[in-house]
Every structure is written in C-alpha cells, then in structure tokens.
C-alpha cells in the first residue's frame, strides 16, 4: 500500500499533463464529441496500464540489452506521432462534418501506447523508481499499475470533457482550423524531446 500511495501522486501529475494522449483525446472530442471518443478514451485507460504490467515484468530489461532496439521504437513513434499531428491540423470543417475520418478506434489507442515517447518515459521511470531490490517485483509492479489504472479515467476523461465543451463553443469553421492547427503543433512539440533524445544517441 505504501507503494500504491507513493506512486499514485507520481501517475497522478503525468498523467494529467500534456502529452500526445491528451492532446489526441481532447482534438478528439472536439471533432467528434464524447460518444464517438469513448474507444480512443478506454484505450488509453486501460492501454497504458497494461503497458506498465508488460515492461514492469520484465520487457524494459529487453530494451536495456538491446538499446539499439528501443531507439528504432522511439524513432517510429517519433513519425507516428507526426503523421498523426498532420491529419489533426489538416482536418477541416467540412471533413469532420461529412465524416470522413474517424476517431481512434480501442485497440489503435492501445497500441499507440507502445509508440508514445511520453508514455515510454513513464512506464520505465515509474518501474525503475518504485521498485525495490528487497520487494517483491510482481507485487511492485501491479501496485503501480494499478495507481496508474485509478488515475487515468478521471486525468484522460477532464482532456476529453473540455474537448467536448470546447467543441459547443467552437461553432464556426474558422475557429474549428485554429484549434486542430494548435493542437497539431503542440503534438509536434510534444515530441521534441524524444527527437533530442534520438538525435543524442546517435550523434553525442
């Protein structure tokens, strides 16, 4: 329990932040409102989580032998990332209306987890600082990833209900580019980061 208590202010603060999830998750409810997001939102939820199981019990070991291996991710990730930060800002009134582009469905959220930069900082930090050498790993590992699991739908679900309310205010086209454009380069900068990362491990 103390695990679970220390751990959870810890996934409370990054998950409630800025990050690729939540900037999707609001565009999302923007363009689409709650309803139609409620597959991308559970796979977030239960996404993550699930990722910190997966490295938590031993995957991230993997990626330490093989760090070549976990650049490679970040590096698909990284254009995954920017792939999805053009379809947001080149979505236009008209398409939305028409429908021809669609929110993430559960499992695309589920698997965009494995190639989040954010989300790889935080599943390996939140393993690495809260577990014990005297504890016992898999009792460890599930406490975090339980305090991860509590609070992801209240942190996700404020992103996906401003999203929505924005979404009442936002009534003409104009206003609708602006915001998926802001919301495409903030995805951009969210990532910045990770391209430092990549860009020091092949060239410091």
Not at 46 to 69: C, K, N, R, T
Not at 79 to 98: D, H
Not at 160 to 175: D, F, K, P, Y
Request: with cysteine; hydrophobic share 55%; aromatic share 14%.
């Amino acid at each position: 329990m103390e695990i679970f208590i220390a751990v959870f202010f810890f996934a409370f603060s990054t998950t409630i932040t800025p990050g690729p999830n939540n900037i999707m998750i609001m565009s999302s409810g923007v363009n689409y409102g709650v309803k139609a997001s409620l597959p991308h939102f559970l796979g977030i939820c239960f996404g993550f989580p699930a990722m910190v199981l997966v490295v938590g019990m031993g995957f991230g070991s993997i990626l330490e032998q093989f760090p070549l291996l976990h650049q490679l991710i970040k590096i698909a990730g990284t254009l995954y990332l920017l792939w999805l930060a053009w379809v947001i800002g080149s979505q236009t009134p008209k398409t939305i209306e028409k429908g021809d582009r669609n929110p993430l469905t559960f499992w695309q959220a589920v698997l965009f987890q494995w190639v989040n930069g954010k989300a790889w900082v935080m599943a390996t930090g939140a393993v690495a600082a809260f577990t014990t050498v005297a504890g016992t790993l898999w009792s460890e590992v599930i406490e975090i990833t339980a305090a991860f699991l509590a609070v992801a739908f209240p942190c996700v679900g404020i992103w996906l209900i401003a999203g929505a309310g924005l979404r009442q205010l936002l009534t003409n086209h104009t206003a609708q580019r602006i915001f998926n454009i802001s919301m495409a380069l903030l995805l951009v900068f969210s990532v910045l980061p990770v391209v430092e990362d990549i860009l020091q491990f092949y060239f410091a």
